[in-house]
């Protein structure tokens, strides 16, 4: 019997130091569970959170639909084997060709993740175009005066959007240049102590104190999520307005995209600058066209030098020929012998290989979602194949 109350006694308290652990622990860090609550973000919508909505076009303008040519077996099997979703190719406005996965159709929407990232990029050269910010080469303590005398002052907008700014945040991944997103976002959420949890459940405001500017240290790139959350507090504030909204206003209504969903930090909190906008694979397009249509002639998006520098023209041949990141987007070139497209592209891409590809020398969009990175060059040349074979 004493053995027996022995061991009861024993259980009670590991039974109580478990749960004063997990209490304090939750006291320290209620974020953890929101993160256990809501989880890593669904590929499609819907999804759990909070979420604010973009655009106010219940019925999005309509896109010109061809849709005369047939996949390559080669298409059909990249599609399959990367557990395609869906891919979209258009071309001079209109649809020639799209492969759907099972159960998903025109109206899916569909986790951008990082994205999104490339619209917040291009919202920075907005705001420098409309006299909102003086330059690229601002220093952040230059637009936020509790910076100031901080290293986090010191750090550009340039360096922010090359992800080259030396801020010590998030530690997962590779920092090389890949296919695959170089920090995989579920990598990060892996540990519910680290700081891309803490981000993404607290709020960039949260996490601030806690930035480290690497000194005497040359970095070359190192892919960052919370670049991309600075860079959206800098719209903010020059825009005075949420960063969905400045979206709205400077592309999405005017590229006649329909209504997407983008994550918030919590029900009263700014969206998630550096992912999980949920939209259609036709609003990307539509996305897609206006920017690389720099707008209207009538009324142009950005200026031509800040155009030309947002879509790589700036960067030269050897540096594209191995794969180039800046202003929040990709460069790459296809050459490959034997292949009919050939030239420069650059793409917009997020967590396992969703793409936004744009040709402006082709006039060619290309707009892919899946379960798994698929292979970025031959996708390019199997749709061309695709849309102009005889």
Sequence with gaps: MFKYSHVLKGLLFVVVAVFLFVSVTLVRNPHIAVAMSEGFPAATWPSKGAFADVGKVANAKKIKSHKTATATKQLEQLFKNSEGTSLLVVRNGAVELELLGEGFGESTKYNSYSLVKSLVGVL??????????????????????????????????????????????????????????????????????????????????????????????????????????????VVEKVYRQPINKVLEEKIWNPAGAGIARWRKYGASRRVTAYCCLYATTRDWARVAMFLMNNGSKEKPFLPSGLWDEFFGKTIKDERVLSGAYANHTRYDILNRKGQKLQGRFIYFMGHNGQVVYLMPEKNLIIVRFGGKPQLLHSTLYEAWNSITAK
């Design 124 to 233: 920075v050269f907005k705001a420098v175009a409309e006299k909102k910010i003086q330059s690229l080469d601002v220093q952040l303590g230059t637009i936020f005066v509790e910076f100031e005398k901080s290293q986090l002052g010191t750090i550009t907008l340039r360096s922010l959007l090359n992800m080259t700014s030396k801020i010590q945040f998030e530690t997962v991944g590779s920092k090389a240049m890949s296919v695959r997103e170089p920090k995989d976002l579920q990598e990060s959420f892996a540990n519910p102590f680290g700081p891309m949890v803490e981000l993404h459940f607290r709020g960039l405001r949260e996490v601030l104190q806690h930035l480290v500017v690497a000194k005497n240290l040359d970095v070359k790139f190192n892919y960052q999520n919370i670049n991309t959350a600075l860079l959206a507090m």
